[in-house]
C-alpha cells in the first residue's frame, strides 16, 4: 500500500507480508487462501492447489470437482482486496500488478482478467524490470538519460532486462529467462541433500509441507549457520550454510550466465551498463554478486528488501511525483468501445452515401455539365469518420505493437501514441478518399472535394498529433485513460448526423404539392438537430445544454437551405474541434488533482511465485 505523501507499507496476511498464491478448494466450491488453505489442506490434501497463478484455459479439476481456473487465480486477489479495503476504508481505485517482461498478451490479458474476477478495479500492468529502475529513481540513484541498467530478479525463476533510460521513461532493451535459475531449483537441490536423494515420502500434501519447510530453512541459513528442518516420514534433519552454497551455485552460476548473454542480446558491452541491480525474493543466494561480477565483471547491486522493490517502484513509493495527480485506468466497457467506434463510422458512410447518391446533376445540351453538391454533408463524412479512427486509436496502437515490436512500443505511451498517429493518417486517408471518389463520380475537378473533405478535420488533426506527442513523452496520462478519452462523443453525433440527414432529404426530395409541408418540415427539423448535435459538442453540464441549445438549435434551423450547408458543416466540424480542445486542456493540461491511495500487487517471480 502506497499512500500520498510518499509513505508506503507491506499489507499483513496472517501475521506475514506476503501471501503465497496456494489455495484450498472445499468440497462446495469455496475458495480458502493463506493459511487456511493450508490447514484445510492436511485434512485433504488432494483438494490443495499449489499454484493455480498459472495461465489455463476453461476449467481444471480439483479432486473430481470441475472448477474454473480464473476462479482460483482470483482468490489470493481478492483476500488482496480486501485487506486493503480494510485499511483504507474504502476499496481502492487504483491498482498496478507487476508482470514479468517476457510476458506475451495472452498473459497479460489473463492477469487481468483475474484481477476484475478479484473485485479489483482495472489493473494497470507494469513491467518488473521497469518498476525496479523507476524505485531506483524515487529513492535517489542518479541514471542521467541515455544509461543502460540491469535488473535481475531472481524469484522462484530468473529473469535479467536490460533497460535504457530515455526521456519519455525507461525502454527495455533485451529480456531473458530461465525458469529454473531461481528459489524453486535451489530448493529442490537443498531438499535431495537433506534426504540423501530419496527424496519425501508420503502423499502430496506432506512433499508441499516438506517444501515450505525447507523454503523456510533456506531463508534462515542466511543469517544462521545451521538449522533443524523437520520432514514428513522421517526424523528432523539439520541444515548448514555450506548445504545451501552447494545448492545454490549451479543457480547462481546460470543466473550470471544470463546477466551476460542479455547485456549481449542488447548489444552492450560490460562497460556501457551504468550497474547492475539485484532484486527479487531469492536475490540474497549466497555469492550471487560475487559470481555475477566474476562473469561480467560488474559489481552488482543487491537492493535492500527485495522481494518489494518491484512493487514499490509500481506504486511509485517514495516518488517525488506521488502527490500529484494519479492517473486511473478505467475500464471502457466494450459496448461502449464498440459504440464509440461504430456510430460516428455508421453514420460517416451514411451521410457520404446520402451526399453522393443524392447529388443534383445538371446538364445543358449535354455540354455544360453542373452537380448541385451538399458540401457541409461531405465535411461531416470526414469529420465522423476521423473521429471513428480516433476512437479506436488504443487498438490501432496494440496491433501495431504485436505486428512490428520495438523499443517505443513496449510502453504504454508509445503504443497509444503509434495508435494516435495511425489513427490520425487513417482518418485523413478516408476523408481524402471520399473526395476523390466523388469527384470521380461526378467527373469534375477534385479540388474542392479536397478542400471541403480535408479542411473542416485540420483542428481536430492537429490537437490529436499533439496528444499523439504527450502519450509518447509520457508527460501525463489521463485520467480515465486514454481508451476512454479518444472515445467519440456519440450523442452528438448521432443528433448532428440525423439533422444534416434530414436537411439533405428536404434538398433534395421530390417536392410533390402534397408533401412540400412535410419536406420543408423535416428540414428545419434537421436544423434543430444539427444545432443539438452542436451544443452537445461544446458543453457537457446539461444546465448549459438547455440554456445554449435552444438558441442555437433555432438559428440553425433558421438558416437551413442550400447555401447555408456549408457553413452548418463547417460549423459542427470547429464545434468537434472545441469538444477535443476541452478534453485537451481539463484531461491532460490542466487535470484535477486527486490522491487516491494506491495498492500494488506483486504478480512476477518472488513471492506470489513461491521463491521467498
Not at 507491506?10 to 466450491?29: E, K, M, N, Q, T
Not at 453514420?347 to 453522393?356: D, F, H, P, T
Not at 473526395?435 to 478542400?451: E, I, K, T
Request: with cysteine.
Amino acid at each position: 500500500m502506497a499512500w500520498a505523501d510518499g509513505s508506503a507499507s507491506a499489507l499483513s496476511f496472517d501475521g506475514v507480508p506476503y501471501l503465497p498464491s496456494a489455495v484450498y478448494v472445499a468440497a462446495d466450491g469455496q475458495v480458502s487462501t493463506g493459511q487456511r488453505a493450508w490447514q484445510a489442506a492436511g485434512e485433504q490434501p488432494t483438494r490443495f492447489v499449489p499454484n493455480p497463478r498459472r495461465p489455463a484455459d476453461g476449467d481444471v479439476t480439483v479432486d473430481s470437482t470441475r472448477v474454473e481456473a480464473l476462479a482460483l487465480a482470483a482468490a489470493p486477489l481478492r483476500r488482496v482486496a480486501a485487506e486493503a479495503e480494510q485499511v483504507v476504508g474504502q476499496p481502492v481505485r487504483d491498482v498496478r500488478l507487476v508482470v514479468p517482461a517476457g510476458w506475451g498478451p495472452r498473459r497479460r490479458t489473463w492477469m487481468r482478467q483475474a484481477a476484475h474476477r478479484a473485485g479489483l478495479a482495472q489493473p494497470r500492468l507494469v513491467e518488473a524490470p521497469v518498476a525496479v529502475a523507476e524505485h531506483l529513481l524515487a529513492t535517489g540513484v542518479q541514471l542521467p538519460v541515455g544509461a543502460f541498467i540491469v535488473v535481475c530478479d531472481v524469484g522462484a525463476g530468473a529473469e535479467v532486462t536490460v533497460l535504457r533510460r530515455g526521456a519519455a521513461g525507461f525502454e527495455v532493451l533485451a529480456t531473458l529467462a530461465d525458469p529454473a535459475a531461481g528459489g524453486t531449483a535451489v530448493d529442490l537441490a537443498l531438499t535431495t541433500a537433506l534426504t540423501g536423494g530419496h527424496g519425501v515420502s508420503g502423499d502430496g500434501m506432506s512433499q508441499w509441507a516438506a517444501a515450505e519447510s525447507v523454503r523456510a530453512a533456506k531463508e534462515i541459513l542466511g543469517t544462521h549457520p545451521a538449522v533443524t528442518v523437520p520432514l514428513a516420514g522421517q526424523p528432523p534433519v539439520v541444515a548448514n550454510s555450506a548445504m545451501l552454497v552447494e545448492a545454490a551455485m549451479p543457480v547462481v552460476g546460470r543466473v550470471a550466465e544470463l546477466v551476460r548473454e542479455t547485456v549481449a542480446a542488447a548489444e552492450l558491452t560490460a562497460g556501457d551498463v551504468a550497474g547492475v541491480y539485484c532484486v527479487g525474493g531469492s536475490a540474497h543466494l549466497p555469492h550471487l554478486a560475487s559470481v555475477v561480477a566474476e562473469h561480467t565483471g560488474i559489481a552488482p547491486t543487491v537492493m535492500s528488501e527485495p522481494q518489494f522493490v518491484a512493487a514499490r517502484g509500481a506504486a511509485d513509493a517514495g516518488a517525488a511525483s506521488v502527490g500529484a495527480a494519479v492517473a486511473v485506468e478505467v475500464p471502457v466497457p466494450p459496448v461502449r468501445r464498440a459504440a464509440a467506434i461504430a456510430v460516428p463510422g455508421f453514420a460517416s458512410l451514411a451521410l457520404i452515401g446520402q451526399c453522393v447518391l443524392t447529388a443534383e446533376e445538371h446538364t445543358v445540351m449535354t455540354v455544360y455539365h453542373s452537380v448541385r453538391l451538399n458540401w457541409g454533408e461531405l465535411a461531416m463524412a470526414a469529420v465522423f469518420a476521423l473521429l471513428a479512427c480516433l476512437a479506436a486509436g488504443t487498438v490501432l496502437g496494440s496491433l501495431v505493437a504485436a505486428r512490428n515490436p520495438t523499443p517505443s512500443t513496449r510502453t504504454e505511451g508509445g503504443k497509444v501514441s503509434i495508435g494516435i498517429l495511425a489513427a490520425v493518417s487513417l482518418g485523413a486517408a478516408i476523408a481524402g478518399l471520399y473526395a476523390v471518389v466523388s469527384s470521380q463520380y461526378f467527373g469534375l475537378p477534385v479540388g474542392p472535394f479536397l478542400r471541403w473533405a480535408l479542411w473542416p478535420i485540420v483542428p481536430v488533426l492537429a490537437m490529436a498529433v499533439a496528444m499523439a506527442v504527450i502519450a509518447a513523452r509520457q508527460w501525463r496520462a489521463p485520467h480515465g485513460g486514454w481508451s476512454e478519452l479518444l472515445a467519440a462523443p456519440t450523442g452528438s453525433i448521432i443528433a448532428a448526423g440525423l439533422g444534416m440527414g434530414l436537411i439533405q432529404y428536404s434538398l433534395t426530395a421530390d417536392r410533390w404539392p402534397n408533401l412540400v409541408l412535410w419536406i420543408d418540415t423535416s428540414g428545419r427539423i434537421g436544423g434543430l438537430f444539427l444545432g443539438v448535435g452542436v451544443v452537445m459538442a461544446l458543453v457537457k453540464p446539461l444546465m448549459f445544454r438547455l440554456i445554449l441549445g435552444a438558441p442555437i438549435a433555432v438559428i440553425s434551423a433558421a438558416i437551413v437551405s442550400a447555401q447555408a450547408t456549408g457553413i452548418l458543416g463547417v460549423i459542427y466540424a470547429l464545434a468537434v474541434a472545441g469538444w477535443w480542445a476541452a478534453r485537451l486542456w481539463t484531461r491532460i493540461v490542466r487535470p484535477a488533482t486527486t490522491t487516491p491511495a494506491i495498492a500494488a500487487a506483486r504478480a512476477g517471480a518472488g513471492p506470489f511465485a513461491g521463491g521467498r
